[in-house]
């Protein structure tokens, strides 16, 4: 089921959102999930020019669980630096937000991937089901 809400298009239940948080992050993480979570959607919405399409997949795949936006705007410019500390296309960033999003990934021994698609970018977050 498709809906949207405040520009931001999402495919699937808030409850697999839920699951993802729930198996993949601790309560004592919950700052760190918020941020992350805030960081993604704000990049995503941000990069896109006029209404912003954002398109969140949430799923289990083997033992990880898996978070997928998808939005339509120009894609990253630099993929190459894009989780390097100060380093932004903004005008108004400080480079450290997906720098912070991939060490909170990494702590809990999970992946933050960045891609380019023909739709625009792709941030995907993989985090081991019981990471914590």
């Known amino acids: 089921m498709s809906k949207l809400y405040r520009n931001i298009n999402y495919t699937k239940s808030l409850s697999s959102l839920h699951q993802f948080v729930?198996?993949?992050?601790?309560k004592k993480t919950n700052l760190g999930c918020q941020f992350l979570?805030?960081?993604v959607f704000k990049n995503s919405y941000e990069a896109c020019a006029e209404q912003a399409c954002i398109t969140l997949r949430c799923f289990a795949q083997s033992d990880m669980q898996i978070l997928q936006l998808t939005d339509n705007g120009p894609g990253f410019a630099n993929i190459d630096n894009a989780l390097q500390p100060l380093y932004t296309t903004k005008?108004?960033?400080n480079g450290l937000g997906l720098a912070l999003c991939n060490?909170?990934?990494q702590k809990h021994n999970g992946q933050l991937q960045l891609a380019n698609t023909a739709d625009g970018a792709q941030i995907t977050i993989k985090l081991p089901q019981n990471s914590c």
């Open 37 to 39: 979570l805030i960081n």
């Open 22 to 26: 729930r198996k993949g992050l601790s």
């Open 91 to 93: 005008k108004q960033g």
């Open 103 to 105: 060490d909170i990934v």
